[in-house]
């Protein structure tokens, strides 16, 4: 008699055995498995054999056997996976991102196997991925970072339908216990104090400097506390007046413009010290030159990110020996990202209100519907944090005219 209704798993693979079977798809907790052909068989006898020997590995899990091949079947595979998301969304990812990314992934695939089907692997699987990681002496923040990279391919893998949930994400996470203890280790940066601000800053040590750009984007830097990339990317368009004051635009209407969060996107007054070093004069000759942009010979699309260049010189000023600026702390860190630090300590401690503080920098605003739905974006009128940043009272502002000049 004929056989009515699918056939056995058993028939499923004693045809793919005899090279006679058809397709078929297999229903997961977190996906579907398929085998179109031959081809597809193999890989999955070769996937479980891997994820059978990982699962050994797990704790509590010595004792159970493999999965049996005649359960589970191969669809699309770890490798392919990544290829996928490589064509389609690696190209949107800043350069350095990627790399992050594709270190992370090369990790995974070295413990699971190119030829896995990724709707085999499970969240205790993945959670055992990232605890050996740790237990191989890599630091769990570095761990966790992993985690999160993974995640956002398998975040793409569920948007396109090839899964049903994100196994990877948050399988480790950072508490905040761990991050306030960090904190107290000193793993962060450090603002830089008046002694070294005068060091850096003083014309004869400035003068060190081979090219003009950089001295520009650390007063910059100095008297906005926005992020080195920030400062590299301004266009000579940005640079506008409002209100009577001049400011710079921190927006992303331009090529090779782009911004952390949208609370990034700000407009900037400039300092009147900034006025007084003679900025608008500089800027005003960049544009007789046919500039585009305030540093044009810095890279946007470079590798490390768009103010690398920006921020390697200003680490190799803190580290020349008539500078010399160093952590004050083992685990500390200094370079240009402590001029933020520095600027937004020296608004704190100001009548300046905590929102146009944060207007200032480009830090995110609370999330309040006073603060979404009501308030409009701040203008010029945040020159009334200009109070707060009295660098003038070391800063040799007439020297430093004739070095800019």
């Known amino acids: 008699m004929a056989r009515i209704g699918p056939p056995s798993v058993a028939e499923l693979l004693q045809g793919f055995q005899q090279r006679t079977s058809r397709k078929y798809e297999i ?46 079947s191969v669809g699309l595979t770890l490798e392919k996976a990544i290829q996928n998301y490589s064509e389609i969304e690696a190209p949107g990812l800043k350069a350095d991102t990627w790399d992050g990314r594709q270190r992370a992934l090369k990790t995974f695939v070295e413990s699971f196997g190119a030829r896995t089907p990724v709707a085999s692997i499970t969240r205790p699987m ?10 191989k002496g890599v630091a769990k923040r570095t761990a966790v970072n992993y985690v999160s990279n993974v995640a956002q391919l398998f975040a793409f893998l569920v948007q396109q339908g090839h899964l049903t949930e994100n196994v990877v994400k948050g399988v480790m996470v950072m508490k905040k216990r761990e991050k306030a203890q960090r904190r107290a280790e000193g793993h962060q940066w450090e603002a830089f104090d008046t002694d070294q601000l005068k060091r850096i800053y003083s014309p004869e040590n400035l003068a060190l400097m081979t090219k003009v750009h950089p001295c520009w984007a650390a007063l910059l830097g100095l008297y906005s506390g926005a992020r080195v990339g920030e400062i590299a990317q301004i266009y000579l368009r940005d640079i506008v007046q409002e209100q009577g004051i001049w400011c710079i635009r921190l927006t992303v209407e331009s090529d090779g413009q782009s911004v952390k969060t949208e609370g990034s ?21 960049l544009r007789s030159e046919g500039a585009e942009r305030l540093f044009p010979d810095v890279n946007l699309e470079g590798k490390a990110g768009k103010g690398s260049v920006i921020s ?37 401690g ?26 409009r974006p701040w203008t010029a009128e945040l020159s009334s944090l200009w109070a707060g940043l009295k660098w003038a009272e070391w800063l040799r502002i007439a020297e430093l005219r004739e070095l800019l000049c």
């Open 350 to 375: 100001t009548q300046v209100s905590d929102e146009q503080r944060r207007a200032f920098v480009g830090h995110e605003q609370s999330d309040d519907v006073h603060t979404t739905s009501y308030m």
């Open 126 to 135: 993945a959670a055992e991925w990232a605890g050996e990681l740790v237990r």
């Open 27 to 72: 229903d997961l907790a977190n996906g579907v498995l398929k085998a179109n052909d031959q081809d597809d068989h193999d890989r999955a006898m070769e996937a479980l054999d891997r994820l059978g020997r990982l699962r050994g590995a797990m704790p509590g899990q010595a004792k159970q056997k493999a999965a049996s091949p005649a359960t589970q």
């Open 265 to 285: 996107k700000r407009l900037v007054p400039l300092h009147p010290d900034i006025l007084d070093l003679g900025f608008i004069d500089y800027v005003e000759k």
């Open 312 to 348: 390697k010189s200003f680490t190799y000023h803190l580290k020349r020996s008539e500078v010399s600026v160093i952590p004050r702390r083992q685990n500390g860190r200094v370079g240009f990202h402590s001029l933020r630090k520095s600027v937004i300590q020296s608004l704190q």
